[in-house]
């Protein structure tokens, strides 16, 4: 670990005295070392002078401070470093040197003409973790291409499986590919530090986009052809159903799976039609129904209209149906379990002013997540990070810090 695990200091998570540079940017790296940052470690995010893209992104208080940003960089301490002068890297060498983990996501090419390469930090650092987050693994004809998180939406099939379902290819409106993409980051970096820690050994870890989401999206949808040769044809057909839900009600809509022999025999008893399972072969088991499963989802949307969402939520707890009404995101600071769990807290920023955060989401006896800095401003602690190894310089605009 670096210097800072042998301190004695009050435990803020399970990775408290781990020392993170992070030269990520825009989602998916960002995403990976906030959850990092969140699990205790110290993050130092290292920025060019213009800063983070996403600082720009949608509305805000003061310029570079945007929602995006904002949400995917708390707990981390900002440096603004330009690499791209010899003073700038030295700086970078000098953290790297005290730190456990470098991870980034700029392209393969732009690291190596910055000599920032595996073998030059390993020289510098021989037990360092060192991460690359990037779109095409090595070795494939796409290696080293840009990508975002709509193009490897398209690339993964992950856009073709809308096309499945209503004959209209499009991208599911979340950043999914980079968010997927950063939880595997974040559970390779852990990975490593646990065999560091049995072995002493540093390493390099690389995480594709396209080899990470293929393998998500195969996961459900590889079907038959998951045996060779096949023995069908792919997609899971639950998923690709048009009638998976959510089904309309009386006033608005509901998210019901009625999956068991158990729940489908208790809710066509409510309907009226209690011998369906017996009479249908088509909805006889639950295997069967899910290789009906457009045919089933049409039988549930034909009778859900005739009940109010709240009368079919009551409906689904009595009989263990699992339920959900249809919420928009609005109303979700206002859901009364995430009110119960502490989910959301407003806390202040010293720029920003008052913040909406999110907690995060995992509990642990020992060792607690906490948030203990909101997002930093650019350069913020170029100062501070960099008097702490001995490289700070007042008025060395090498460094691109400037403050």
């Not at 090419?109 to 390469?117: D, H, K, M, N, P």
């Not at 980051?185 to 050994?201: E, N, P, Q």
Request: hydrophobic content about 40%; overall charge negative; proline content about 6%.
């Amino acid at each position: 670990m670096s210097e800072q695990s042998t301190q004695k200091a009050p435990l803020h998570g399970p990775l408290h005295g781990v020392r993170v540079i992070d030269l990520t940017s825009v989602v998916m790296g960002p995403s990976a070392t906030q959850i990092l940052g969140d699990l205790g470690a110290d993050v130092i995010k290292v920025e060019h002078p213009e800063g983070d893209s996403v600082r720009g992104i949608g509305v805000n208080r003061h310029a570079g401070m945007g929602p995006l940003y904002l949400q995917n960089n708390r707990n981390k301490r900002s440096v603004v470093l330009d690499l791209k002068t010899d003073a700038g890297r030295d700086a970078l060498l000098e953290l790297v040197r005290k730190a456990d983990v470098f991870v980034y996501n700029i392209r393969p090419q732009a690291i190596e003409r910055l000599r920032l390469g595996y073998h030059d930090l390993a020289t510098v650092n021989p037990g360092l973790i060192y991460a690359a987050a990037v779109a095409y693994g090595r070795g494939g004809p796409d290696a080293g291409k840009p990508v975002y998180d709509d193009i490897m939406q398209a690339a993964a099939g992950v856009s073709n499986l809308f096309h499945r379902v209503d004959g209209a290819p499009r991208n599911a409106p979340v950043n999914l590919c980079d968010r997927v993409t950063g939880l595997y980051l974040t559970i390779s970096i852990l990975s490593a530090l646990f065999h560091r820690a049995l072995t002493g050994k540093g390493q390099e870890i690389e995480v594709p986009m396209l080899e990470t989401m293929v393998q998500f999206v195969l996961a459900d949808h590889i079907a038959g052809h998951a045996f060779q040769p096949p023995l069908g044809e792919m997609g899971y057909m639950r998923l690709l159903s048009r009638f998976r839900g959510p089904y309309p009600t009386k006033d608005g809509h509901i998210c019901l799976v009625v999956y068991t022999d158990r729940h489908w025999r208790a809710f066509t008893r409510l309907i009226g039609d209690p011998d369906l399972l017996d009479r249908d072969p088509r909805f006889l088991t639950q295997q069967i129904r899910t290789t009906n499963a457009e045919l089933c989802g049409q039988y549930l949307a034909q009778y859900t209209p005739s009940r109010t969402t709240a009368e079919w939520l009551e409906f689904c707890r009595e009989i263990d149906i699992p339920a959900s009404p249809v919420n928009a995101i609005e109303d979700l600071f206002e859901l009364p379990h995430l009110k119960a769990v502490g989910m959301f807290s407003d806390m202040e920023h010293h720029t920003e002013g008052t913040l909406r955060v999110a907690r995060f989401p995992v509990t642990f006896s020992e060792t607690p997540a906490t948030i203990r800095r909101l997002a930093p401003n650019l350069g913020e602690h170029t100062e501070e990070v960099l008097r702490e190894v001995g490289e700070w310089t007042p008025g060395k605009d090498a460094l691109g810090a400037g403050r």
